[in-house]
């Protein structure tokens, strides 16, 4: 199985800077048609998770363009520009390359 | 507005069965296919099962595999999760997700509880 391996495991971000959560893959998730099979999810507390990045870059529908996804074909970071208190939560990192699909252990935001 | 809503959890003992079920609408719900994916109390998100919109394609996490089966019934909109043997270790929040884009809509989860 793939092994998706976030840091870090929480990170405390002022209002208004930015955020970088890592996440690293077991085996390469670059398909042989061109495209990354990495993916980013919020969970919200109390909430269901929701998409924010679909394979590697591309910013899902209603997402901020704060929110930004970018890596190679193991390494990948999820980017929070200008971070507001609607963005706390648990982040996953996901890989829907093969089954089974994998996600890594999640990393919770907080606001300081 | 697409909505899926889970239903059929609930209390069950160890080695009994279960069967989800998640309406879809709002979408084409024959042109998708949909995953099951779970969270246990306090961790993070495991993958359960995947069924492509015509069930011509159908997988399984090694962890249910055997034990539960994912089927759909593309003329009601429904999606289903049949567990058997049900182990405390499947005790979670079963949500349903389309496939599209990687989960682009979840339902809002519904709860397990595999106890004596």
């Known amino acids: 199985d793939i092994v998706m391996t976030q840091a870090p495991l929480s990170v405390s971000v002022t209002p208004g800077e930015s955020a970088s959560i890592s996440c690293r893959s077991s085996?390469?998730?670059?398909?042989?048609?061109?495209?990354?099979?990495v993916y980013w999810y919020l969970q919200k507390p109390g909430k269901s998770p929701q998409l924010l990045i679909y394979?590697?870059?591309n910013l899902a529908s209603g997402v901020p363009d704060r929110f930004s996804g970018s890596g190679s074909e193991t390494d990948f970071t999820l980017k929070i520009s200008r971070v507001e208190a609607e963005d706390v939560g648990i982040y996953y990192c996901?890989?829907?390359?093969?089954?089974?699909?994998?996600f890594g252990a999640g990393t919770k935001l907080e606001l300081k | 507005e697409v909505q899926l809503v889970e239903s059929g959890g609930g209390l069950v003992q160890p080695g009994r069965s279960l069967k989800l079920s998640c309406v879809a609408s709002?979408?084409?719900?024959?042109?998708?296919?949909m995953n099951w994916i779970r969270q246990a109390p306090g961790k993070g998100l495991e993958w359960v099962a995947y069924?492509?919109?015509?069930?011509?394609?159908?997988y399984y996490a090694e962890t249910v595999k055997g034990r539960f089966t994912i089927s759909r019934d593309n003329a009601k909109n429904t999606l289903y999760l049949q567990m058997t043997s049900l182990r405390s270790e499947d005790t979670a929040l079963y949500y349903c997700?389309?496939?599209?884009?990687?989960?682009?809509?979840w339902g809002q989860g519904v709860m397990v509880t595999v106890s004596s």
């Open positions: 997700a389309r496939s599209n884009m990687g989960g682009d809509y």
């Open positions: 709002g979408f084409t719900f024959s042109n998708y296919g």
């Open positions: 069924i492509s919109s015509g069930s011509s394609y159908i």
């Open positions: 085996k390469s998730l670059l398909h042989s048609n061109g495209i990354t099979y």
């Open positions: 394979r590697m870059s």
């Open positions: 996901g890989q829907l390359l093969e089954n089974p699909y994998t």
